[in-house]
């Protein structure tokens, strides 16, 4: 059964900092490029980063550059998701997801999702 699985969410504190992660399991993540993306209640969904398969190729979204730093492992068949100097504004459910295609902000392009994990950023 192929399988995606965020962890690392929870409720964090404006300038706190969470690492989410991503676990694939029925498949391997070597040769997948993995997006994570994000929807905050009463918006669309929106691409928030993206590593290439081998890791050497990210981008990022304007909004968390120079805050968030995604990474993988593929030993671990991992995807990570460190986001630092969070604020009210990151609060939203983030998903990870899997596409042997090329980075992508489209959510269309990706063909494995995780059910996503709950960041709310609050003092």
């Known amino acids: 059964q192929l399988q995606f699985v965020e962890s690392g969410g929870g409720l964090v504190q404006p300038g706190g900092s969470l690492r989410l992660s991503c676990l694939a399991s029925?498949?391997?993540?070597?040769?997948?490029?993995v997006g994570w993306f994000r929807q905050a209640p009463g918006k669309e969904r929106e691409g928030v980063s993206c590593?290439?398969?081998?890791?050497?190729?990210?981008n990022y979204a304007d909004s968390v550059k120079g805050r968030f730093t995604i990474s993988r492992d593929n030993a671990k068949n991992t995807v990570y998701l460190q986001m630092n100097f969070l604020k009210p504004e990151d609060t939203a459910v983030y998903y990870c997801?899997?596409?042997?295609?090329?980075?992508?902000?489209?959510?269309?392009?990706?063909?494995?999702w995780g059910q996503g994990t709950q960041v709310t950023v609050s003092s």
């Open positions: 029925g498949f391997t993540l070597d040769f997948h490029a």
């Open positions: 997801a899997a596409t042997l295609r090329v980075c992508s902000t489209l959510d269309s392009e990706y063909d494995y």
């Open positions: 590593i290439g398969s081998s890791g050497s190729s990210t």
